[in-house]
């Protein structure tokens, strides 16, 4: 089966509109997790992530909105949103060195397609995909309930950049 149009969808380097604005706020609540004000602000950034990031990422956008965010906070939030499985932790192939960046999860796995010379990280999404873990379900009886896939290349601009 080839990988036309109709059996992919790219996107942009971070789209959230897929978990809906307030996702992560809403798991936690339903959890009985107190929602302290500094951990709300955290969860609107990451929420509202247009792009894949890291501790000091969500620490930066967070102090623009309540200067009393503190960076112990961000770590314990992250813990807790990973404890929970709400969200992923990344390293997207070590480009920027061994940074860990953070995503929330959508309704389906993708794989992350980066560019090695710019770092321009895109996700993937295919049926493809979504058919190759259910085979490895079957091959391997178990349930798959982690996957981390990523693809290493140059862009076309960092391509057209070099003649």
Do not use: W
Not at 40 to 51: G, H, Q, T
Not at 71 to 81: A, G
């Amino acid at each position: 089966m080839s990988s036309t149009a109709a059996h992919r969808v790219s996107t942009g380097e971070r789209i959230n509109a897929a978990a809906g604005a307030g996702a992560l706020l809403k798991a936690l609540e339903e959890r009985g997790i107190r929602l302290t004000r500094q951990r709300r602000v955290i969860l609107e950034v990451m929420d509202k992530a247009e792009r894949h990031l890291d501790a000091d990422g969500i620490l930066e956008r967070a102090q623009k909105l309540d200067p009393g965010v503190h960076r112990v906070t961000v770590y314990r939030t992250i813990e807790l949103l990973k404890k929970y499985g709400l969200i992923d932790e990344l390293d997207l192939l070590h480009l920027r060195g061994d940074q860990h960046y953070y995503e929330s999860h959508g309704p389906r796995d993708h794989i992350h397609v980066a560019c090695l010379r710019c770092g321009k990280v895109r996700e993937f999404e295919s049926r493809l995909y979504e058919q190759l873990k259910s085979q490895i379900e079957r091959d391997f009886h178990m349930k798959v309930t982690v996957t981390r896939t990523e693809v290493g290349g140059y862009c076309a601009d960092c391509l057209a950049s070099e003649t």
